[in-house]
């Protein structure tokens, strides 16, 4: 995995339940590349996100949030470092595809998903979407 998929991996495993507390993906090192994708992020200005854009990124946090459930186990129950590994691309590729298919770019989802996280009262907007 190239260290941009790491950064989009642990960035949409956290993002992807950033109005509860965050989780990340079970692994090793897995909090150190959280934190540099969350250093690395641009966050928009909330007040020049749109509503449609706040749909946009309700409809992929909800897709995010399926495609984590569906492939925790296999993360946590992988018998292999490999087959973890491999396990997480694969569930990374499937969140990229997910936030992709909502019309965001991951750049554009990931800043949202920053914003809130920096802002309650955004925060309660992005909420108030679903």
Known sequence: ???TSRIIAA???G???FVAAPVFAQGGGGGGAQ???QSRIQAPDP???SDAQLEKFSEAQSDVREVRKDWQDKLQ???TQEKAMQNRQKATQEMVEA???SGLSVDEYNGIAKAAQSNPEFA???QDMR
């Open 1 to 3: 995995m190239n260290a």
């Open 11 to 13: 960035t949409l495993f």
């Open 15 to 17: 993002a992807s339940l």
């Open 35 to 37: 934190a540099q994708a």
């Open 47 to 49: 007040s020049e996100v």
């Open 77 to 79: 129950n992988a018998e």
């Open 99 to 101: 936030v992709r298919d």
């Open 124 to 126: 309660k907007r992005v």
